[in-house]
């Protein structure tokens, strides 16, 4: 089967750093992704790895060891607005990217 | 770049009524798109996925004559809910995949469609 794990929900303060951890079995791997979704609106592209190794794109930065099926996001500097669910996806190979359930992230002050 | 614009973002329909919902990729084109439906602190579940010129894929358990889904070119995708019922209240939204040379397989979001039937 293909499954991606990640913890449903996460507190933290304004100002710290915090990693959201995400597992996944797939039947391929073409590439992890990281979307941020605010209630009630869409999700917007985060983070993309395909080799292993870390990727910093300004307070985020994603990173990925396929031997293990493992990835993380970190997010430094936490601000207020960065309360939100945080998906982690992977793209099988194939047509279809297969998403995680989401990570909530409440950032309190 | 990357935009998905999606319209409308908020529609309110009788029950019995047909709504169309269109997905346009702006400046990359989308040989794939896709179409998701979410409830509220639920995720994202993918309905079904529409390749230009041929026949969607959905899912199991997702009517196919109940949501028509059209991708006539490679920028524009419709999903239409027909005959909606109360129970199709949802939140849809669509992305595109941009598989050129920029693209590394992301799906870009439309911004949704809130779908309330009465």
């Known amino acids: 089967g293909q499954n991606i794990d990640q913890p449903t929900e996460m507190t933290a303060t304004e100002g710290a750093i915090v990693q959201i951890n995400c597992t996944y079995q797939?039947?391929?791997?073409?590439?992890l992704f990281w979307y941020q979704q605010h209630a009630g609106e869409a999700p917007t592209f985060l983070s993309y790895?395909?080799?292993?190794g870390l990727e910093e794109k300004g307070r985020f930065s994603s990173f990925l060891s396929r031997s293990k099926g493992y990835s993380y996001l970190l997010l430094k500097e936490l601000q207020m607005k960065d309360s939100a669910s945080y998906l982690c996806?992977?793209?099988?190979?194939?047509?279809?990217?297969?998403f995680g359930a989401g990570t909530r992230l409440f950032v309190k002050a | 770049g990357a935009v998905v614009s999606q319209h409308p973002s908020w529609v309110i329909c009788k029950s019995g009524t047909s709504v169309k919902i269109e997905c346009r990729s702006l400046?990359?084109?989308?040989?794939?798109m896709f179409w998701y439906r979410q409830f509220p602190k639920q995720s994202l579940m993918l309905m079904a996925t529409?390749?230009?010129?041929?026949?969607?894929?959905?899912e199991q358990g997702v009517e196919k004559d109940k949501f028509l889904i059209n991708h006539a070119s490679l920028t524009l995708s419709t999903l239409t809910v027909t005959s909606a019922h109360p129970e199709d209240s949802s939140f849809y939204i669509c992305?595109?995949?941009?598989?050129?040379?920029?693209?590394?397989?992301?799906?870009?979001f439309g911004a949704g469609t809130r779908l309330s039937v009465l």
């Open positions: 992305s595109a995949r941009d598989g050129g040379g920029r693209g590394k397989n992301i799906q870009y």
């Open positions: 797939t039947s391929g791997f073409n590439g």
């Open positions: 790895n395909v080799l292993d």
């Open positions: 996806a992977v793209n099988n190979g194939g047509f279809k990217t297969i």
């Open positions: 400046d990359f084109q989308a040989t794939t």
């Open positions: 529409s390749n230009e010129g041929s026949k969607a894929t959905y």
